[in-house]
């Protein structure tokens, strides 16, 4: 057996081995996207990480007993969150898992981070960051403006009601959510552009930065569905819009970096 057969040999066999080993944190992680459409947003950045592969240039002398190391941890970690039946607490050892896997075959650091993003972000941590006071003031400054328009929407601790149709503003819709997945498009178009430290740096801060207005603008628009009398159309706003076009767009800035890389090669 060859050198490259070998290696093919010990990634596909290490692959096998980290898909069994997660396959229960898997299924866990297959009923939280199909319970909590919010969570969905992380199926976007499989193809942008694909995507970010493809078009990246390998890694120079990788440490793979480090990495090893990293794949052992995280299925150790898999393994006792099993034991223990809190499969849920291991969800992001799937994305560190992939993350590692990824180096181990030669992936740049920077691109590998992207696989990070394929977990959603844990609802504790949503619990822990969401404000309420902040969710409260943007549903009432939603309700004043609409009111001013002649709408009768009323604002009711974190809830938006229009007669009997109500629209409740969940921790995941105070911008929180929208942050963290713009830190992961303004990562992501790093790499595609493979821009240095400081604009990358300038990028995941105004990623952080347009969060809140734009959660903003999207609770404008599910109120204006809502006082329209479409409560599931107000939903859609909160819910897939805001995560569907972003990532629309950073797909469509990937490929025409892409094309215009190809233009300036030839």
């Not at 740049?108 to 504790?124: D, E, G, H, K, S």
């Not at 006071?133 to 009768?152: C, D, F, I, P, R």
């Not at 599910?222 to 819009?241: H, I, N, R």
Request: proline share 5%.
């Amino acid at each position: 057996m060859g050198h490259t057969e070998l290696r093919w040999f010990r990634e596909v066999a290490l692959w096998l081995a980290v898909l069994v080993a997660v396959s229960p944190t898997l299924v866990d992680l297959i009923d939280h996207w199909s319970l909590h459409s919010w969570s969905r947003y992380s199926l976007g950045f499989l193809p942008l990480l694909i995507l970010a592969i493809r078009n990246d240039r390998p890694a120079t002398n990788p440490q793979r007993i480090p990495i090893l190391l990293l794949i052992a941890a995280c299925l150790l970690g898999q393994i006792l969150a099993v034991l223990a039946a809190a499969v849920s607490i291991a969800r992001p050892l799937v994305g560190v898992l992939v993350m590692g896997m990824l180096l181990y075959r030669g992936t740049r650091m920077r691109t590998a981070v992207l696989a990070l993003c394929l977990i959603p972000v844990p609802n504790a941590t949503l619990h822990w960051l969401g404000s309420p006071e902040l969710t409260q003031a943007l549903v009432k400054v939603a309700a004043t403006m609409l009111n001013g328009l002649g709408a009768s929407v009323h604002a009711t601790g974190r809830a938006l009601e229009w007669g009997d149709l109500r629209l409740a503003i969940g921790p995941q819709w105070g911008g929180i959510l929208l942050a963290f997945q713009g830190l992961g498009l303004a990562w992501y178009c790093g790499v595609r552009r493979d821009l240095g430290r400081l604009a990358t740096a300038a990028a995941l801060a105004l990623a952080v930065l347009v969060a809140i207005p734009v959660q903003f603008a999207l609770l404008i628009a599910s109120s204006l569905a809502l006082w329209a009398g479409q409560p599931s159309l107000a939903s859609l706003f909160l819910d897939p819009g805001s995560w569907v076009l972003p990532l629309f767009a950073a797909f469509l800035l990937g490929k025409m970096r892409g094309r215009a890389s190809d233009q300036t090669s030839g």
